[in-house]
């Protein structure tokens, strides 16, 4: 059985950082595509950002490039999503999925963790 498990989230001021983690288990991590969405309150979710298997290839949402940085650590079956100058827009529930596949994708995932809140005040 996979899972996937967030951690990381918080409170935290504008401009300031912070990083999620995602562990998986229960299946070869490196066979994953992995990727960060977020749900704001009162929205849908979307796509944040993707990572393909070796690390070597990414993708972001136009609203956080050059802000957030995905990356992920094989040798642990974790990703992460290092989240820099963070802004009130930001705030929202966080979650990482995964897919088993070759290519990045904005689309649809076969994994998902429960989220970890994220919380950036003015």
């Known amino acids: 059985q996979v899972q996937l498990v967030e951690s990381g989230g918080g409170l935290v001021q504008a401009g300031g950082s912070l990083r999620l983690s995602c562990a998986v288990s229960g299946r070869t991590f490196s066979t994953f595509v992995m990727g960060w969405f977020r749900q704001a309150p009162g929205k849908e979710r979307e796509f944040v950002a993707t990572?393909?298997?070796?690390?070597?290839?990414?993708d972001y949402a136009d609203s956080v490039k050059g802000r957030l940085t995905i990356s992920r650590d094989n040798a642990k079956n974790t990703v992460y999503l290092q989240m820099n100058t963070l802004k009130p827009e930001d705030t929202a529930v966080y979650y990482c999925?995964?897919?088993?596949?070759?290519?990045?994708?904005?689309?649809?995932?076969?994994?998902w963790g429960q989220g970890t809140q994220v919380t950036v005040s003015s």
């Open positions: 999925a995964a897919r088993v596949a070759v290519l990045t994708t904005r689309g649809r995932y076969d994994y």
């Open positions: 990572i393909n298997r070796n690390g070597g290839t990414t």
